[in-house]
């Protein structure tokens, strides 16, 4: 089958070989597509419902979706501070269940110098050992004068090039541009160059340098350094390749019961506020609730409030795999006159008899990011998470979700997340919210449970004048639908009304474990996550899905 032969669903930028008959892995799509991923499976791609029932003026339609499930931050031993090679963790990815991975190294001179080429071999052997996946080459970018980001590109002529370039001309870390704190002489500087930064990524894939390419800011909350104007700086730049951030960090091993200690916190979030943070976030804003950031579990918190400007931010999950917890590999020896500087890469790992330290998961062990595609391939997963058609889960607490916001007055679709839907003040709206349980034990061997799902609706009011806002007053849990011991797949039907206002609905539940008043109150958020005791934050006994927005354009009546 050639590449020309594919179906024109599928996305060329894919290899062919592993493929079935219709240009895809049917075990993947059956068994992680979701609700539709039969039908999909099979090629059978829905006609949308706007062609088969005429044209809607308001109402909008999303076709036929599968997802696909994958892990946008891991690294290797091309990272200074990990120590896995890419068919390892390839191989874990498909153990898993990952469909798509992107391998992300920490930007040093070693890297730039050296690493990011060797890595590109390494990556070509990886996806030929393994080509039912999708392995992406990125680069965890150290922002200027903040955090780090995720950027990736798929497949192409230019995507070794495109980091390199990229690496040695914004890279933080490497320019000396990491000054951020409040009223510094370099800060502005710096700020104004992470913006350059993402505006010369959108000029590559405006001119045809490279296919696509997304950015994703990391661990947003764990330093505090990010602050609500840069993160909105960011965005604003090019909305379209600064897509979102991670809503849960990686490293949910951390605080596992007598594994790192006494002082140890989900995602490794154990830092305080520091000169360099921003000095207007609370000081429980640097831990993990649930094992989600701070920014992202508060309803009514900072993810809520860049939503209510009426701008899609995704949020995703991932492993940020380092030092998988339990393993039992250790670094390999340097040869002498070797180092990490002059070579761009650590030895490889060599197994012992006992465990290491760690405090990640393998990929897909315990986060998961699954993405809505009308294709199967790089540029269609990309698509999936620009379009905004995400949602998230921990310990495999899921096996689909499906969403889909209808005008009653109408017979279509309706919109999916990310998707907008125009209406008329006062029109009844209902929010189909179909659900697929686990079906088989995960990785720790639990059947998970799903317990509640919970609805959350904010008003959508515009820009904001004030650019380090970090509030959404008029976001809240609206409704909590209890699903204890229901299993299968079944529909939960919201019913909403169009008000005087624009507004989004999110989605999140969890398997009930744990819950306490949202740190907004519990006006705001009844039963939310919170955070757990230092050292016993046991990640598989604590298990959250969130789901991106879905938002209402409203017009006159």
Known sequence: MTEQQLPAWADPAVSPAGLDAQ???????????????????????????????????????????????????????????????????????????????????????????????????????????????????????????????????????????????????????????????????????????????????????????????????????????????????????????????????????????????????????????????????????????????????????????????????????????????FDTWKNGDWPAGQNFDNTGKLPDPVNTDSPQPGSDFWPGQFSRTHVGVTGYGYRSVMAGMRAGRVWLDHGHLLDGLDVRLTRDCDFGRGVTLGGRLRVRRGEKLTLNITVTTASRLNPQGILPELAHVDVIRGAVRGRVADRDTWQAPDTKVVKSKDVTGRTGTYTLRVPLTAGDESFYVRLRGSDGNRHGAGYLGASVDPHGPITHEPGNGDPWADTWFYSNPVFVDVVGG
């Open 23 to 325: 240009g895809v892995s049917r075990r993947q799509l059956l068994h992680r597509a979701g609700l539709f991923g039969a039908a999909f499976a099979a090629g059978s791609l829905a006609t949308p419902a706007s062609a088969a029932a005429g044209p809607r003026r308001l109402g909008g339609s999303d076709p036929r979706l599968a997802y696909l499930v994958g892990d946008h931050h891991i690294h290797t031993v091309y990272s200074h501070d990990a120590k896995y090679t890419f068919s390892q963790l390839a191989a874990a990815g498909e153990k898993f269940g990952l469909d798509w991975m992107v391998f992300t190294e920490h930007s040093n001179f070693g890297h730039a110098q050296y690493g990011a080429p060797l890595e590109h071999a390494e990556i070509l052997k990886a996806r030929a050992e393994n080509p039912r996946q999708l392995i992406f080459q990125g680069l965890e970018w150290y922002i200027p004068g903040a955090e780090h980001c995720t950027v990736f590109s798929p497949p192409c002529k230019h995507e070794v090039d495109l980091l390199t370039k990229f690496e040695s001309a914004y890279d933080g870390k490497l320019l000396g541009y990491t000054e951020g704190s409040a009223g510094a002489a370099d800060t502005a500087r710096n700020e104004a160059h992470a913006v350059k930064g993402i505006k010369w990524l959108a000029e590559q894939r405006r001119t045809g340098y490279v296919d696509d390419v997304l950015v994703l800011a990391n661990h947003p909350m764990r330093l505090g350094i990010d602050s609500p104007h840069e993160i909105r700086n960011w965005r604003d730049a090019a909305p379209e390749i600064m897509i979102g951030m991670e809503g849960a960090p990686g490293a949910q091993g951390a605080a596992i019961p007598g594994w790192r200690g006494a002082t140890s916190i989900r995602g490794e979030y154990e830092n305080k506020p520091s000169a360099q943070s921003w000095q207007g976030y609370p000081a429980d804003g640097y831990r993990t609730y649930g094992g989600f950031d701070w920014a992202t579990a508060t309803v009514g918190g900072l993810w809520d409030s860049m939503l209510a400007e009426g701008s899609l931010f995704s949020i995703t999950t991932n492993s940020d795999a380092h030092r998988i917890v």
